[in-house]
């Protein structure tokens, strides 16, 4: 395979640091016109380093994931509608499990007009939104702290968690596959999703359409073992079908 230019290299760091990148703006950044770039583009997606999407590109997913900070600027919108639909259905007076992720942390902040939660989480960013509001109790998994996203992940976690039979689990996941495999890429990380799924009444699931088109290693189960499934829009036809088949109730976050 042939190295890549200085600009397609540029353009790769781009996409590693921020997530989505746009025709328009590496046009502008590198001075040259769009087809130049539409160009550099089709030839990343063709050695598979990146994804297309209508203007633009992301890093193509499969045993990597993105960096935590290009995931807080993916979907932002999207995520934050997510976060105030799967809140909605968590009511006052409630005990919830909260793993790790970008999503995750938006229904966290939506949680923050809440009454009489006890929220537990192995998330040390879902701690720091939480904290200060008395009417919250928090709770922190122990174990070790991952530094790239403040995630708590190993044993440790995992024992911890099992200790509690809380009303909700809240997750995400980072790819969902057209059979309904929720998919991961640190099997750490599972271990602890998956206990925080099998120590709750219900378990609701967050997710934005971007993860229908990825795809990582590492199963964490399925959506039929959820009970409530909130993205942004419609998902396939497959997975609909799945989710009525099994009787997991798919919220669509609307605008707001």
Do not use: W
Not at 83 to 99: E, F, K
Request: hydrophobic share 40%; net charge neutral; charged share 25%.
């Amino acid at each position: 395979m042939d190295l890549l230019t200085p600009r397609q290299t540029d353009i790769v760091g781009l996409a590693k640091s921020e997530g989505r990148i746009s025709v328009e703006g590496l046009a502008e950044r590198f001075k040259v016109t769009p087809q130049t770039i539409r160009k550099d583009l089709n030839d990343l997606c063709e050695r598979g380093v990146l994804q297309r999407f209508h203007g633009g590109a992301v890093l193509a997913s499969g045993i990597a994931n993105f960096g935590y900070e290009a995931r807080r600027k993916l979907a932002t919108e999207e995520k934050r509608r997510i976060g105030l639909r799967a809140a909605s259905l968590i009511p006052d007076g409630s005990s919830l499990l909260i793993n790790i992720g970008t999503t995750t942390e938006q229904v966290a902040v939506a949680l923050r007009n809440k009454q009489g939660l006890l929220a537990i989480t192995n998330n040390v960013n879902v701690v720091n939104i939480l904290q200060g509001y008395e009417r919250i109790e928090v709770i922190i998994a122990g174990g070790v702290v991952r530094h790239l996203d403040g995630g708590v992940v190993g044993e440790a976690a995992v024992d911890f968690i099992r200790q509690f039979k809380v009303d909700y689990a809240v997750i995400g996941t980072s790819a969902i596959d057209e059979d309904g495999t929720l998919l991961d890429f640190d099997y750490r990380e599972v271990k602890v999703a998956q206990a925080i799924m099998n120590c709750a009444r219900k378990s609701i699931l967050v997710a934005d359409s971007m993860k229908f088109e990825r795809t990582a290693p590492v199963r964490i189960g399925h959506i039929s073992q959820l009970d409530y499934f909130v993205t942004d829009t419609p998902p396939p036809a497959r997975l609909h079908d799945i989710c009525r088949d099994s009787e997991v109730r798919v919220e669509i976050a609307g605008e707001s």
